[in-house]
């Protein structure tokens, strides 16, 4: 059995083998658009190593052979002692897991690798910011470090430049000692498959079964492994990262929409630990990757009939896709961009009456927050999915599912990770103080059709003594509060809702079912276009 697929190789294979990350990449290369050379390790492997609890019998000869010839791909060398090879390690299921599985960045820099990287580059503290970020990595997807273990490390990190740098890496080298009774692999092969371990392993972490039994996607899928050649958004100050939506993914309007960061790494985007900026503030401060970007959204609509996003990364000024995902807008974006669609021409109406669902529309419908008194506003932040949604306060996860038992609850943290998933299913709605609209509560926000707030830049959250503060006011974890997901707004109590305003293209995609079924406005909503799907299911 073949376990590994060149992404260069052409579309071989479904996404049920290469993970829909990995199959998305073939298709942004055989589309023309940049992406880094790697390779994958398909969905097999996985389930073969879940099964046995080891790599499968072949998968280490693949391995050092797709490795060999990403280094004559790149002409580099994994680990070697000048232009060396640096790689990433993703998962990615057949099905869209957004952030529920592990991620190792940076493999292959080991101590010399470092040093190498830096007398190539000139910049040691780049070289020295990609260590500490494969080291943070490692710890914790490979050894399960939890991520406030490794806040500490972070923000010696992020003080004294490169001082501060050093010391970090030497507090993880140590903490990684410390709880394996083993010192980081210094041999760059054994790292990469350490990292292809933990990947495989995280298909059956908590967070992620969780996420798999609300969604509904079958236990026994396993996930993939992307192995590709590292492009570094923390180079320079012509670097950065960054997610981009062709359209908006709460309204639907046909404009690029999304955030970036320059000078970081991907992982700094998503994880909403840092303050992004608005997508088109590289118009200004990188236009050839700004200009890129619109036209590769415009392309892989065309290729996919669909709104699309994808996430990238711009070294040095040279933009490259990391990977792709079409559709996964719900509510009232979903209905338009049905519409809309099928107005361009890219797909038919019956297609676009199929693409909604009787569900869908519940979302549609969605209410805002009535007009707040101002004394009543405790923080504001930004609407990342619409709704509004009335609970006690929980700072933690644990505390939400706890809390959850007596009655309604809404999420208030710094930040989500993938870690808080049981938390998010458990809350009636999310607000944290950092991240964007792609950051990762917004996505699983989304994904659940959840209201959530974020970015609400003066809000603190002090979990040890179960509160939080905004505005110069302090409440306790319980208080009642109520959030708007459109506007952005956090008010306390309990705050009336009023009805959504009407939508055209609801009424448009209506009108649609209605010719296709022959029945008429006095029916429900999502009688009539379950009435459509049947007659053209018939």
């Given amino acids: 059995m073949t376990w590994i697929h060149p992404i260069h190789a052409g579309l071989t294979e479904p996404a049920s083998v290469l993970g829909s990350k990995g199959y998305g990449l073939v298709v942004?290369?055989?589309?023309?658009?940049?992406?880094?050379p790697g390779f994958i390790i398909g969905t097999g492997a996985c389930r073969a190593f879940l099964r046995d609890g080891r790599l499968p019998d072949g998968l280490d000869a693949e391995l050092a052979a797709a490795v060999s010839g990403l280094e004559t791909a790149t002409e580099r060398r994994l680990g070697g002692p000048e232009r060396p090879l640096v790689v990433s390690v993703?998962?990615?299921?057949?099905?869209?897991m957004p952030g529920m599985m592990s991620t190792v960045l940076n493999v292959g820099l080991t101590?010399?690798?470092?040093?190498?990287?830096?007398a190539?580059?000139?910049?040691?503290?780049?070289?020295?910011?990609?260590?500490?970020?494969?080291?943070?990595?490692?710890?914790?997807?490979v050894l399960g470090v939890p991520p406030d273990i490794l806040d500490a490390a972070r923000q010696v990190a992020g003080s004294d430049g490169e001082s501060g740098l050093a010391d970090a890496i030497r507090a993880v080298e140590e903490l990684v000692h410390r709880r394996s009774g083993a010192p980081v692999p210094d041999d760059p092969v054994r790292q990469v498959e350490l990292a292809v371990r933990a990947?495989?392993?995280?298909?059956?972490t908590p967070r992620a079964t969780t996420y798999r039994t609300l969604h509904d996607i079958p236990h026994d899928l396993g996930t993939a492994v992307t192995v590709q050649a590292m492009v570094f958004g923390n180079r320079d100050d012509r670097s950065g990262s960054g997610v981009a939506f062709s359209r908006d993914p709460n309204t639907g309007e046909r404009a690029p929409f999304g955030e970036v960061l320059f000078g970081r790494q991907g992982e700094d985007v998503v994880s909403g630990t840092s303050l992004t900026r608005p997508l088109p503030e590289l118009a200004g401060r990188e236009p050839q990757v700004w200009a890129g970007l619109p036209a590769a959204l415009d392309r892989l609509e065309r290729h996919y009939r669909d709104a699309?996003?994808?996430?990238?990364?711009?070294?040095?000024?040279?933009?490259?896709?990391?990977?792709?995902r079409p559709g996964g807008l719900a509510g009232r974006a979903a209905v338009r961009v049905a519409v809309d669609l099928a107005d361009e021409g890219l797909i038919s109406r019956r297609e676009a009456l199929l693409r909604v669902t009787p569900p869908q529309l519940r979302h549609v419908r969605t209410p805002r927050m009535g007009t707040a008194e101002p004394g009543d506003v405790l923080t504001r932040g930004l609407g990342a999915c619409p709704g509004v949604a009335t609970g006690r306060v929980a700072t933690t996860a644990d505390r939400a599912v706890r809390m959850a038992a007596g009655g309604p609850v809404i999420l208030v943290r710094p930040h989500t990770s993938p870690l808080d998933m049981h938390g998010l299913a458990a809350a009636a709605g999310v607000v944290t103080a950092r991240g964007g609209p792609v950051s990762h509560a917004a996505v699983v926000a989304r994904a659940m059709g959840k209201p959530a707030v974020v970015g609400a830049a003066d809000l603190t959250v002090d979990?040890?003594?179960?509160?939080?503060?905004?505005?110069?006011?302090?409440?306790?974890?319980?208080?009642?509060?109520?959030?708007?997901?459109?506007?952005?707004?956090?008010?306390?109590?309990?705050?009336?809702?009023?009805?959504?305003?009407?939508?055209r293209h609801l009424h448009r995609l209506l009108d649609w079912a209605d010719e296709v079924s022959g029945g008429g406005s006095h029916r429900d909503q999502e009688e009539r276009l379950a009435a459509a799907h049947a007659a053209l299911a018939g």
């Fill in 120 to 141: 190539e580059t000139g910049d040691r503290h780049f070289a020295l910011d990609s260590r500490f970020r494969f080291l943070s990595g490692f710890a914790a997807a």
């Fill in 199 to 204: 990947v495989f392993a995280s298909w059956d």
């Fill in 111 to 118: 101590a010399g690798a470092t040093a190498a990287l830096a």
């Fill in 90 to 96: 993703r998962s990615g299921g057949g099905v869209s």
């Fill in 28 to 36: 942004l290369r055989r589309l023309g658009l940049p992406v880094p």
């Fill in 463 to 503: 979990v040890a003594a179960a509160r939080v503060s905004a505005g110069g006011r302090t409440i306790a974890e319980g208080t009642l509060i109520t959030i708007d997901g459109t506007g952005g707004q956090v008010v306390l109590g309990d705050h009336p809702a009023v009805p959504a305003a009407p939508d």
């Fill in 308 to 324: 699309c996003h994808v996430e990238f990364t711009f070294e040095a000024g040279e933009l490259w896709l990391l990977q792709v």
